[in-house]
């Protein structure tokens, strides 16, 4: 199938097209350069997320992917281009306004971005802080009702005999779900999930993805999640979206589309044209999302 073949219809915000309700994440001809121009990530991407839609992104690292998903949360300004999310234009908050909209955004990382001397309930318990006052040092500190409501998000994610353990002493794959469980706690209506099984193997991604998309449709979270695991999206995502050097090739349903097509959006382009890869961003990695800002 050629690159054309791949693209989506000219203004179509959703694979289905048609007439849909207000798009809970709305993007417009964002672009986003870095070194005075010279390196374009984003090159006029234009798409929106319906309310509970599961959309994966796919794409070649330095697709643009992270840069997106950052935009989204905020952590990027764009060149050029809107975003919006739950009716608020992310790239116009500042300060307060945008603190508070983060609180409503999930961000699940590559890293975990766990506090490796804390238990797990401790790191679950800090996706909460968005809705506190003042620090928190310790299980103790937090209301019962948040402890309890903590310690069910980790029985969720398969972690409840886990919860008094010290994040570093589990695996990658365990941390990984007391990432989730503490991305539940922050009761998000939006989850952004960065490559979240790039660094465990294939068994553990599988059993990480099941628990994160499982939670999220229970809950009826819209999810949007980057992965270089073709199989896994097919599996899982309601939609997929393709990016190569920073533009959309492909925006289809994933129920019949075939393998085939989805690992054509990682054909290499030529070198000259591919933007800097994602992890060469300048950015910053907060805790938690709640906290970001």
Not at 96 to 112: K, S
Not at 184 to 190: I, K, R, S, T
């Amino acid at each position: 199938m050629t690159t054309e073949a791949l693209q989506p219809s000219p203004g179509s915000g959703t694979a289905s097209g048609g007439a849909d309700p207000a798009p809970v994440v709305r993007v417009r001809d964002l672009v986003r350069e870095f070194d005075d121009g010279r390196v374009k990530a984003l090159r006029g991407v234009t798409f929106d997320v319906p309310s509970g839609e599961l959309l994966v992104l796919i794409g070649l690292s330095g697709s643009g992917k992270s840069t997106l998903l950052r935009h989204i949360n905020g952590l990027v300004t764009p060149t050029s281009g809107e975003v919006e999310v739950l009716g608020q234009r992310v790239d116009q908050l500042k300060g307060g306004d945008l603190r508070a909209l983060r609180r409503r955004v999930g961000f699940i990382f590559q890293q975990f971005h766990l506090v490796g001397r804390a238990t797990a309930l401790e790191n679950v318990l800090t996706g909460a802080l968005g809705r506190l006052r003042g620090p928190r040092y310790g299980v103790l500190t937090y209301p019962n009702r948040m402890r309890r409501e903590a310690f069910e998000q980790l029985d969720r994610v398969g972690l409840a005999d886990q919860a008094f353990q010290r994040a570093d002493t589990l695996s990658g794959g365990q941390q990984q779900r007391v990432a989730i469980a503490r991305t539940l706690f922050q009761q998000p209506e939006v989850v952004l999930a960065d490559e979240p099984v790039a660094s465990l193997d294939p068994e553990s991604s599988h059993a990480v993805m099941e628990v994160l998309f499982s939670v999220c449709q229970e809950d009826g979270l819209t999810v949007l999640c980057s992965l270089h695991q073709v199989d896994l999206a097919l599996g899982w995502a309601d939609r997929m979206i393709g990016l190569r050097a920073g533009e959309i090739v492909l925006d289809q349903r994933a129920k019949g589309l075939s393998d085939a097509d989805a690992r054509n959006v990682y054909r290499r382009v030529d070198p000259g044209t591919a933007p800097a890869e994602d992890d060469a961003e300048p950015t910053h990695a907060p805790q938690t999302s709640a906290e970001a800002g």
